[in-house]
């Protein structure tokens, strides 16, 4: 088996479509969600396995807070506790849920006075139309590229039409499909000793 090489360009940052945890008033304290999209569903909806909590003082009482949009345009908010660092299992999940949410963390003795307003205002600023982009991209010694993972933010939960043009090193380019159901992680699992890694993407909303 070939050895994976030193790059991995991005991963899992969760800036248009994550968790988001405001600096003000919460120190270093930060909260990351893992999700996947159902099968039981589909794979529509959300499903969240587990949070991790970092930064926080040990034994000292942290509640996350997870507002989950829904197709509805209602959002859902769900708690969470833990003292310290470390995991929370959510196990959560609903077909209803468009893969949109905002996950904040925080310690007990400081009041969170984040709104639904609040969270509606933060989901606005991502914009008004779907964004796609790699978060997961390997490369081999040998020069063999790996596109992984990649995530799709879509405002209100849209299916969309992905279409993925990839960098050939003879200059040419090769195309992908995807169909994906509202916002989430989309597995790509593209390997080519051809490619270079480059690549432009084209989402179109499907009616």
Known sequence: MKT???????????????SHTPDDGYD???VRVLTEKPEVCNYKGLFLKKGL???AVNNAQVEVLVFLQQYNGHWM???YHRNGSGEI????GDCRFTGNYHALAYYMTNKNS?????IQHMHNKRGESPKFR??????????NVKLMEGEVFTPN????????FLEKKDGGWRKKHFTVYGSGIVKLDIIGDDLTGNYRSALNIKF
């Open 4 to 18: 994976l090489g030193s790059v991995i360009l991005l991963i899992f940052t969760f800036i248009f479509l994550s």
């Open 28 to 30: 270093n304290l930060k």
């Open 53 to 55: 909590v970092k930064g």
């Open 77 to 79: 908010k769900k708690y």
């Open 89 to 92: 299992a959510m196990n959560m």
């Open 114 to 118: 984040v709104t639904y307003k609040d």
């Open 134 to 143: 790699v978060t997961k991209r390997l490369k081999e010694d040998d020069g």
């Open 157 to 164: 939960g849209e299916t969309v039409d992905l279409t993925l």
